[in-house]
């Protein structure tokens, strides 16, 4: 069965320095995700794709997150420079289209913990 | 503002018992509303869809009701097993807006 893919799975990093994640949506999903979450808490949007182009990021801090989908297939998502409040697990998504009919699959997501 | 809920404290019950889970909006005009199991360090997993225009869906042991009158759905699970002991999250999205919107979930915890 198709998954997404993330990774990496885990990742300590010292404030200030700059992280990266991955993600690999399952093939044909032209939507993809990011989401930010806090324990205890639900998911929050980050910023979603349709193909190549940003459909919403305005919950993405720019001034130190960034995220792309060059090629309309995976992405990477940017923390410069990471704080103590970034340590959450980040949740890549994808869906078949933009739709709420649609379900979203959920890769693993990547815990990030910040010193 | 725009507001869903879904109850903080964990819902304890005994196997066997159904568990209900609610989740209500406010400010919201979903054309679909969605429902996922989490289990702890891991990513979402969907389980069903309801429409605007149904007010109730089900599949196997789960059953889902909206009602959009009362911006409010309810989420049952019959025969519980400790198995279904999870984070159940409700997400929907307002028509034509494309951008889906979490609860922060409801812990189930089914007792043997």
């Known amino acids: 069965e198709a998954e997404v893919a993330q990774s990496p799975r885990y990742k300590i990093t010292e404030k200030s320095q700059a992280v990266a994640f991955w993600c690999d949506p399952i093939s044909g999903h032209a939507t993809l995700y990011w989401y930010r979450q806090i324990l205890g808490q639900g998911p929050e949007l980050l910023v979603q794709f349709q193909d190549e182009s940003v459909v919403d990021d305005s919950q993405l801090p720019k001034d130190r997150f960034s995220a792309e989908r060059l090629k309309g297939v995976d992405s990477t998502l940017k923390i410069q420079p990471a704080e103590l409040g970034d340590s959450a697990m980040y949740l890549c998504a994808s869906s078949l289209d933009l739709s709420g009919r649609n379900e979203q699959f959920f890769g693993p997501g990547t815990r990030l913990t910040v010193l | 503002s725009q507001k869903i809920e879904q109850n903080s404290e964990a819902l304890n019950i005994q196997e066997g018992k159904t568990a209900t889970l609610t989740c209500n909006y406010t400010?919201?005009?979903?054309?679909?509303l969605q429902w996922y199991r989490q289990d702890p360090g891991r990513g979402p997993v969907f389980l069903l869809l309801i429409r605007e225009n149904e007010k109730e869906k089900r599949k196997e042991r789960l059953k889902v009701t909206f009602d959009t009158t009362l911006k409010q759905s309810l989420f049952h699970i019959t025969a519980s097993q400790p198995a279904d002991s999870a984070t159940y999250l409700c997400a929907l999205e307002s028509g034509g807006s494309y951008i889906p919107t979490f609860g922060r979930g409801t812990s189930l915890i089914v007792h043997p």
């Open positions: 400010n919201y005009s979903p054309a679909y």
